[in-house]
């Protein structure tokens, strides 16, 4: 039903928007400066996965009050969360189900606003509202609300991590960063905006980026157990990568290096709850720091380069500081 939603035609439509409001948010940012890149890119991606996967009417209602019940449901994605029950009186919990409530109110108010509407909109939000279950019947306004803050939720931490640390990647590796530079320039021309087709063209950017008893590889997992994969190890694995700590996108270029194995690469999960995400997470990813490429040049403050901050559920850069400059100001580098 959702990756219905999640389709080219909607893409096309979704470059444009998050390079508008990717413009429009650095403004703050001047024209050169430190700031905490992951704030941004945090701040940044729940304005753009708004605008594309809620519609225009949940963006214009995100003032302050909204983005602060959205922290309280994204504070509520912890591993406690994730080990307890979610009754427990945990203050975390408590503002999680508080702000849950809210925004599922303000949702049905969307919702029927649209459902009473003659125009006609071509979004997710509509590909909701008319869908089906097998058996023919409608979704309601709940699971609709539901499916709406899955989806928001689904790609918050996951795309701003991964925004985050691959803009401290180019800023550590120079080289790189005017190699994406001299490509967007290549791809896209002068003005270097991407369409949609040109954005699936640019290739360094984000490509590196049960019931009963089992056993697997050796191991008993008895019914009811839960098994985690780790792509942080998975994708360091010895026998499976070349150079495996090395941060290489270029050995996506050629044959993946891994392909051979069937999960040795899994960012986006495999199997049946695989990510269905990842194209708009691509889409939305490259979309964003090909406008920021194109601003500003970035560098490490003082040469820090994040260490990994293990507590959040997905790991997030430890005072993610960053130094840029604006392009068209340092004339040697643009
Ligand atoms: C770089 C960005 C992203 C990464 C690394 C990522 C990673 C993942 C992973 C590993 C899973 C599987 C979880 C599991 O096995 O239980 C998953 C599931 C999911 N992702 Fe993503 N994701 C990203 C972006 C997104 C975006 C932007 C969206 C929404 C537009 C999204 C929506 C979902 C949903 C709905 C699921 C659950 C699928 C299911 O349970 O059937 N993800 N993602």
């Given at each position: 039903?959702?990756?219905t939603?999640?389709?080219?035609?909607?893409f096309k439509?979704?470059?444009?928007?998050?390079e508008?409001?990717?413009?429009?948010?650095?403004q703050?940012?001047?024209?050169?400066?430190?700031k905490?890149?992951?704030?941004?890119l945090?701040e940044?991606?729940?304005?753009?996965?708004s605008?594309?996967l809620?519609?225009?009417?949940?963006?214009?209602?995100?003032?302050?009050?909204?983005?602060?019940?959205?922290?309280?449901l994204d504070g509520g994605?912890?591993?406690?969360?994730w080990?307890?029950?979610?009754?427990?009186?945990?203050p975390?919990f408590r503002?999680?189900?508080?702000?849950?409530?809210?925004?599922?109110?303000?949702?049905?108010?969307?919702?029927?606003?649209?459902?009473q509407?003659?125009?006609?909109?071509?979004?997710?939000?509509?590909t909701?509202?008319?869908?089906t279950?097998?058996d023919g019947?409608?979704?309601?306004d709940?699971e609709?609300?539901?499916?709406?803050?899955?989806l928001?939720?689904?790609?918050q931490?996951?795309?701003?991590t991964t925004s985050?640390?691959?803009?401290f990647?180019?800023?550590?590796?120079e080289?790189?960063?005017?190699r994406?530079?001299?490509?967007?320039?290549?791809?896209c021309?002068?003005?270097?905006?991407?369409?949609?087709?040109?954005?699936?063209?640019?290739?360094?950017?984000?490509?590196?980026?049960?019931?009963s008893?089992?056993?697997?590889?050796?191991?008993?997992?008895?019914?009811?157990?839960?098994?985690c994969?780790s792509?942080?190890?998975?994708h360091?694995?010895?026998?499976t990568?070349v150079d495996?700590m090395?941060?290489?996108?270029?050995?996506y270029?050629?044959?993946?290096?891994?392909?051979?194995?069937?999960?040795?690469?899994v960012?986006f999960g495999?199997g049946?709850h695989?990510c269905?995400?990842?194209?708009?997470?691509?889409?939305?990813i490259?979309?964003?720091?090909?406008t920021?490429l194109?601003?500003y040049?970035f560098?490490?403050?003082d040469?820090?380069?994040?260490?990994?901050n293990?507590?959040?559920?997905?790991?997030?850069?430890h005072?993610?500081?960053?130094?840029?400059?604006?392009?068209?100001?340092g004339?040697?580098?643009?």
């Amino acid at each position: 039903m959702l990756k219905t939603g999640l389709n080219i035609a909607h893409f096309k439509e979704h470059v444009k928007i998050i390079e508008e409001e990717t413009v429009e948010y650095f403004q703050r940012w001047g024209d050169s400066g430190e700031k905490n890149l992951f704030e941004a890119l945090s701040e940044l991606i729940i304005l753009t996965a708004s605008s594309c996967l809620h519609g225009k009417e949940i963006r214009g209602m995100l003032n302050e009050h909204v983005a602060q019940l959205y922290a309280d449901l994204d504070g509520g994605f912890s591993h406690e969360a994730w080990l307890l029950p979610g009754w427990l009186p945990l203050p975390s919990f408590r503002k999680r189900d508080q702000a849950h409530r809210e925004i599922k109110s303000i949702f049905f108010k969307v919702i029927q606003k649209r459902r009473q509407s003659e125009e006609t909109v071509d979004d997710i939000l509509q590909t909701l509202i008319d869908a089906t279950y097998k058996d023919g019947r409608p979704l309601n306004d709940d699971e609709i609300s539901g499916m709406l803050i899955g989806l928001l939720l689904a790609g918050q931490h996951t795309s701003s991590t991964t925004s985050a640390w691959l803009g401290f990647f180019l800023a550590k590796d120079e080289a790189l960063q005017e190699r994406c530079h001299a490509e967007l320039r290549a791809v896209c021309g002068d003005g270097m905006q991407p369409d949609f087709d040109q954005a699936r063209r640019i290739s360094h950017y984000l490509e590196y980026t049960g019931t009963s008893l089992t056993t697997a590889g050796g191991y008993t997992i008895p019914a009811g157990h839960q098994v985690c994969v780790s792509p942080t190890v998975n994708h360091r694995l010895q026998d499976t990568w070349v150079d495996r700590m090395e941060f290489s996108p270029d050995r996506y270029l050629n044959d993946n290096p891994a392909a051979g194995e069937k999960f040795a690469y899994v960012p986006f999960g495999a199997g049946r709850h695989r990510c269905i995400g990842e194209n708009f997470a691509y889409v939305q990813i490259k979309t964003i720091w090909s406008t920021l490429l194109r601003m500003y040049h970035f560098d490490l403050v003082d040469g820090y380069f994040p260490t990994i901050n293990y507590t959040t559920m997905i790991h997030t850069p430890h005072n993610p500081v960053i130094r840029y400059t604006r392009r068209d100001q340092g004339a040697a580098r643009s």
